[in-house]
């Protein structure tokens, strides 16, 4: 955490204002070294820690001080905090809990265990005035504050103890999906909120929201598609801020704060509908944006658009980095953003002047009707891409089986940089997932940034939507799943298992109706909630899954046909895998990364992870795809999960070498953490499993030397 140290007294109070004062004590209380009081760390989310006694040198000594089991299972993606010997995290069904960090015996636990909430938590985040201590942390759209000592809802918050991340969104909004993953961002008296929205046409605006911690009100609002008026309102087509057409340009990742300068970073995502931008032509600011704002007001200082105008999802995937850089001589405070695509944007943290060379290229037009892709992309020149950009035929995995079918589809289908989608199927390389990822990256005060890369290739066509009367002959609930779940589970309803899309056949075999329609309310994992959908609209599709629509007559369409026409949707979510499942090109398929942003020079690269099934072979190092980030610490390590295969690993930050590996009860798909309580130092994993055919589990699991 990077600690703004102030001078006692008067001066302080007329500089910064006693709420600013405040904060910063706050921050630089004596163990701050001993905690891990923010979500990644800190609020530069630099993933870093100053403790020093695990070292490359004992580290192979590291062995299980405790372990947390929760009474659910499933993904884990929550990177835990740590505040004065408690640890604050959440569960798998979104239930928040309070630890003792030097046992793992439970504290408090709050949440309904009969409302089952199957999203995915990143964290809480924790505000502390006095002995005002508060745990705030979401769960669908509500952001709810509670007692950090107890666990118990603080009622004079927003409504009965919670606040609507609807709130600032406008009239078209109300109900649409609006949940969030990722915990908000402390500044003052505020907290800032991700949120995630559905990708789809039914998209709400995703305008960003500072509450008061205190009493929940909704404080500032800015907005990511403008109004007249307001900067960037002609990069899109007139009134789209009335949400008729457009919406998205979110911030689900996460954003950073410079307390010291009161100012906010926040990454942005795409526009919807994600894949075609015919409904939104022009650059479409400010999505795909990295936003500098005034923490306090809200009011836009710089941005810069990594996307124009998007129609492949590349959403900015994670929180950017605070660091200090030695740049042509000089100390600066930067700011780091890792993108999906695989490269490092690195800008002056104040002016938004960029530190290396960003070259806006030429790149291919679409020839889908109604599109216009835009005629450049900004690409950095420095540092080099830390995910493969593209691939030829001579790069498809040798080791399948299916490797005359892997080159047919490649030769069928359209490769390269910023290729827009096709009718016949285009490469989006890296993938959806990434290049980078929500677990982010690491820096160090050496100005070093550590990045853990996915490299899958997706293959996605465009298709025509149906048309209302071309589904006139279907049933209500086929009709609303052809509309609304055929681009992920199929025509037959199988799914895809292997890209993360569950089989849909003999559902009722499996889980009763209302399971499956709390599923269809509130999502799950990352499958939005259909809110659009009216509650007869939800029993016919309901009742087409059980095979038994006949019991059920009149489904409502009211609010179906309220959803705007977009003319294509896409072929499915699908990355390019063999028939058994093995990515359709030649390995690395995820790495890891040291990248000097002083220089712009990597240190080092390798493989992260191996695929089992070949290790098996004596074919090792092939990395795998990975979710979740690393920790970097002031003893020279560098700890990350984040892999299939079940490991926990430390590297030596300075030459990548491997120092130790533990197999986890479950893949640790999520950042660790790492503290101090009592003189011992600990790192901490949850183990939730669950992505990439990885089995469930339902464990935190923390380590300390003996």
Known sequence: MKRFLLPLGTMALLVFGWSQYRQNLTDDKPNDYTNWSEYLGGPDRSHYSALTQITPENVAQLQVAWTYTTADSGQIQTNPIIIDGVLYGVTPTVQAFALDAATGKEIWKFGDPLKVWHSTSRGVAYWQDGSDKRILYTVGPKLYALDATTGKLISDFGEHGAADLHAGLGESAKDKFVISNTPGTIFDDLIIMPMRLSEGADAAPGYVQAFNVRTGKLAWTFHTIPRPGEYGYETWPKDSYKNTDVGAANNWAGMSVDRRRGILYVPTGSAAFDFYGGNRKGQNLFANCLLALDARTGKRLWHFQAVHHDIWDRDFPAPPNLLTVTHNGKRIDAVAQITKSGHVFVFDRVTGKPLFPIKETPVPKSDVPGEEAWPTQPLPLRPAPFARQTFAEKDLNPYSTDLDSLKVRFRKSRNGVFQPLSKEGTFIFPGLDGGGEWGGAATDPDGILYVNSN??????????????DELAHLSPGNRLYTLNCLACHGADRKGNTASGYPSLVNIGQKRDRDYVQQLISNGKGMMPGFTQLSADDK????????????QEVGAAESKVSKVPFVPYKISGYNKFLDSKGMSGIAPPWGTLNAIDLNTGNYLWKIPLGEEP??????????????????????????????TKDEKFRAFDKKTGKLRWETTLPAAGFATPATYQVNGKQYVVIGCGGAKLGAKKGNQYVAFALP
């Open 539 to 550: 029993r016919a599709l309901v009742a087409f899954l059980f095979g038994d629509e006949k």
């Open 613 to 642: 099934e070949l290790a098996a072979k004596g074919i090792r190092n092939t990395g795998t795809e990975n979710y979740g980030g690393p920790v970097v610490t002031a003893s020279g390590l560098l700890f990350i999960a984040a």
């Open 455 to 468: 490299e899958a290739a997706w293959l996605i066509a465009l298709r025509e939507a149906p048309k209302q």
